[in-house]
């Protein structure tokens, strides 16, 4: 008898289905990944093994634990299961703990509720785990309240919360997805580590997170099993076209064809500062002191985690936020710091696609409209038809038809929205396009495509593409050249080939090494560096990564290191050449 | 914390101030004066008493002399009861209105707290309509409207309670115009809970405490009573104040000597010290207690505690 048997699984709401027909099993002891794009069913599956789904769900089927049927269950039966024998570590852990209450409450009403300790007792057990979990100085952080940590932190005492009444089975739902890379190995580690004997069930978008983690997979889509087996088999033979799709979208394009940029400078920043007033009077420089110099035509990815300030430099030059120090020029010209000093024409020149499509759409305006909206303002001598013909053509090379004219925002899939908002863009041919982490939210099939049409775009429009990401994979499929920025500075800039094949800084090569690959015989996803990026309104002294960096030695805290040629490639390392 | 406290203090003077202006040119700006009665003084002895009560002088000088005094907590004398000076008498009647007023408040934070949790637990059944639809209609009525139909059903038609308060001793007397002053603000609190409480219910963190089988009994308690109060709370500085001014009418109503009290009589007596009196003492109360509320936010929630 397996510990967990889902059987012909439906979950369903007002006659739409979310899951339909799902039966896999986990055996005691046993890790199963359990991967699909989003609305595949894969979270429903999760909660409804904790019983946990809304009194408007209809659910059929069964799920057996350790032989006790859950579905059906009364609320005090589940009450005494959940924690003690299924945990459950959500995916963004500022969310899912409570703010109100300080961690070492939350954890200690965890086992007073359960009657497993109380007192002192529980505040030891609590205390005990949160140092198994790696939460420095435990003692003082169980007061801590959860906005106090960050986000790596904060995912820890989840875990911490999830393992410390000992279950016989975690069931993890994208608990690393609202993470950094560098932080998601940590975690995944982490959980590796700690779970020793709990059976795991791993859910996620990204095959790669399940390729080292996971004895066998389960995969999902729109709501059904489409294929199941040993994660390495599945991974070297897939049976099921999808997925072959999702291992081919997390591999990413390698063949990609850009043009070779034109020799002409066509967008160069310098000395770029970006600082904000954050509580009244601190001042956080969140750039400081960037530059790049774009050639017509050339794509240049701006690679780095939360906090590198790459979205603040994609603002500042934009106009969005003014830069403080520093200028930007455009073809020989230098632009007003200030987007409403700009000319009209120089605005329509630098364009930007936004993250969050659905979002940056105006909900209350059609497609139709929103498409049009710019030529309205930067193109009043357009009569009527030209305009509509013109909206017509560039949906169409967005590969969105007639029917989506009149629909809103709402009414679209996120793929097709920020289709919509590139159309937007690049109605007005501009000579930049600005993307601030234009595909992170899509589901990998959709990111691939996306990336896709922009490559086919610009082969047509010959515009530059200036893409901020997190993500290498994709800063691999748009860019002929890379910049690495963390905390506010420039680390690397090297071609893209050269990046891959030799990366130079420290730090860049903890980026490669922590990014998950889709491949178990080799999947990446490992710990490199420790810690997490450390606030921008206390930069360390000397090399700003000195106190993550594993070759850090005395002058690196002392000296901070410039920005010089090493090989082909730009380097911000003392000691670049002997690494 | 001591230091924001100090500094909302302070920064409450120039609110003070202007109330204690606009009162005071109010009272004077308004027609007759505290000898104007039915029997006409003589001239001669109307002159005495204005140079008594310095009302001989130029008003700005007036005005000087009154600030002066509140500050030193002197509120002068009352023109009316003509023994007592206007912070004596403030002295005897607040803490029957502040009995009143702080049962009222408590009787309207729980009772209320308990009906909007109850009802966001039965959202959309027929208890959670019945109880919405019951705090829609005691919002709708006025207190005054409210206290004589509370006296006429349960001191006049079931004698259970005394209608009145002099002659009657005990709690009882305290009941009808506790819960004529509470009804309007349960009802409101009772809407602002549900609200609050059905919001956060379904945030993660409330997912990941049924997750850790807590039950419904300790999620509401431990996490989610917590949060949801935060609106309840800000709602506190306009309940205090509602209060106060529903005390004025119920007081009137139920013949309680209260503060409320004294300021109608105040005002049918042409008792302008003890008016102004009053209104002062009312803006000094509020002031504060909206203080008291915004530091207790602190103390609910620790994002935006304060060194």
Known sequence: MSLLEIDNLSVGYGGQTAVDGVSFAIGAGESVGLVGESGSGKSQTALAVLGLLPATAEVRGSVRFAGEEILGATESALDALRATRIAMVFQDPMQALNPYRSIGSQLGRILAHHGLAAGSAARERVIAMLERVGLPDAQRQYRAYPHELSGGMRQRVMIASALLCEPELLIADEPTTALDVTVQAQILDLLEVLRQDTALLL????????????????????????????????????????????????????????????????????????????????????????????????????????????????????????????????????????????????????????????????????????????????????????????????????????????????????????????????????????????????????????????????????????????????????????????????????????????????????????????????????????????????????????????????????????????????????FAEEL | MLLYALKRLLGAIPTLLLVITLAFLMVHAAPGGPFDDERVLPPETRAALEAAYNLDQPLHRQFLNYLAGVVTGDLGPSYHYRDYSVAELIGNAFPVSLQLGSMAILLAVLAGVAAGTYAALHRNTLLDRIVMGLALTGISIPVFVIAPVLVLLFAVKLQWLPAGWSGNDGAGRLILPVVSLALPQIAYIARLTRASMIDVLSSDFIRTARAQGLGTRAVIRYHALQPAMLPVLSYMGPAIAAILTGSVVVEEIFGIPGLGRFFVNGALNRDYTLVL???????????LLNLLVDLLYGVIDPRIRRR
């Open chain 1, 203 to 574: 859910i996620t978008h990204d095959l790669g997170v399940i390729a080292g983690r996971c004895e066998r997979m389960v995969v999902l889509d729109k709501g059904r099993v489409v294929e199941q087996g040993a994660t390495r088999d599945v991974f070297e033979a897939p049976a099921h076209e999808h997925t072959r799709a999702l291992l081919e979208a997390a591999r990413g394009d390698r063949d990609i064809s850009l043009e070779p940029p034109a020799p002409e400078t066509c967008l160069d920043v310098s000395g770029a500062r970006v600082e904000y007033t954050v509580a009244g009077r601190q001042r956080l420089s969140a750039v400081r002191g960037v530059d790049m110099d774009v050639r017509a035509g050339e794509n240049v990815a701006i690679v780095g985690e939360s906090g590198s300030g790459k979205s603040s430099f994609a603002r500042g030059l934009l106009g969005l936020v003014p830069l403080r120090e520093g200028r930007v020029r455009f073809r020989g010209a230098e632009l007003p710091r200030d987007l409403d000093d700009r000319p009209r024409g120089q605005r329509a020149a630098l364009q930007l696609v936004f993250q969050d499509a659905a979002a940056s759409l105006n909900p209350q305006m059609r497609v139709a409209d929103l498409v049009a909206e710019p030529l309205g303002i930067h193109r009043k001598n357009l009569d009527g038809d030209a305009r509509r013909a013109r909206v017509a053509a560039m949906l169409e090379k967005v590969g969105l038809g007639i029917e989506h004219l009149d629909r809103y925002p709402h009414e679209l899939s996120g793929g097709q929205a920020q289709r919509v908002a590139i159309a937007r863009a690049l109605m007005l041919e501009p000579d930049v396009l600005v993307c601030d982490e234009a595909v992170a939210a899509l589901d990998g099939t959709v990111r691939e495509r996306i990336l896709e049409l922009l490559r086919r775009q610009q082969r047509e429009g010959g515009f530059t593409i200036i893409f901020i990401t997190h993500d290498l994979t994709v800063a691999r499929e748009i860019s002929h050249r890379v910049i690495v920025m963390y905390l506010g500075e420039t680390v690397e800039q090297a071609a893209t080939d050269d990046l891959f094949a030799s990366p130079a800084h420290p730090y860049t090569k903890a980026l490669l090494r922590a990014a998950p690959a889709p491949d178990p015989a080799n999947p990446g996803g490992k710990t490199s560096v420790s810690g997490e990026t450390p606030s921008p309104l206390q930069p360390p002294s000397g090399c700003a990564f000195h106190p993550r960096c594993p070759h850090a030695r005395e002058r690196c805290r002392d000296e901070a290191p410039q920005l010089r040629e090493v090989g082909r490639s730009l380097v911000r390392c003392h």
């Open chain 2, 277 to 287: 009196g009053i209104v002062i003492f009312y803006a000094a109360l509020v002031v």
